[in-house]
């Protein structure tokens, strides 16, 4: 029993519980997940591409090589705020998978962050990249980048496998900076995969095609 300003107030359990789910929830909706910003699980930190949904169901686009063993999706590193689960993986061959958004009280919007301070960029829409075509990336360490595609339909061997049907950029990338989308204006075309050299010394960036994503999981960038 407690009293307030004249006021007798009885504060139960049931109230005290109510009152933290409503401020647990409070901090949720100001969570936002863009894509350029990272998503966390138990042993993986994966940086969403691009935001799609498939029907009012949302998802991400996260880097498939990333995303193996990975099951439960956080936006903080203290792993508090779940936001989703792993919804189908395609690595090797295709490097690229699906979160599906299961919190309804966090936010999901179709722009990609431009980086701390840079604001961020609507995407409207997504397709194939074309040889000479001028494309800017987002790498959670190199940053806001731009060049032009150099090469389509590329074959890398990872190592661990190999992937096909890649694109090429100018750009250089960081350690790092797998997983960061790549678009031309509000267009989306692809996630950062891998590179060679870096941006001390120059080097390429390679991504795989956001449409290839869209098509296996029947989902459109909004």
Known sequence: MALFFGWSVTWSAAAGSAAHADERAGRQAAVVVR??????SAGSRCTVGFN???????????????????????????????VGVTAGVSFPGNDYASVRYTNTAVSYPGEVSLGAGAGTRDITGAANPVVGQSLCHVGRVGGYRCGTVQAVNVTVNYGGGVVSGLFRSTIC???????????????????????????????VTY??????????????IY
């Open 52 to 82: 799609a949904r498939s029907g009012s169901t949302p998802y991400a686009f996260v880097s498939g090589r990333c995303a193996q063993g990975a099951t439960t999706w956080y936006a903080d590193a203290a792993l508090t705020v779940s």
């Open 173 to 203: 990338a960081e350690p790092g900076d797998t997983g960061g989308p790549a678009f031309s204006g509000g267009t989306a075309l692809g996630v950062i995969v891998g590179s060679s050299g870096n941006c001390g010394s120059g080097g």
């Open 207 to 220: 991504y795989q095609p956001v449409v290839e994503w869209l098509s296996a999981y029947g989902l459109s």
């Open 35 to 40: 894509g350029g910003d990272t998503l966390y």
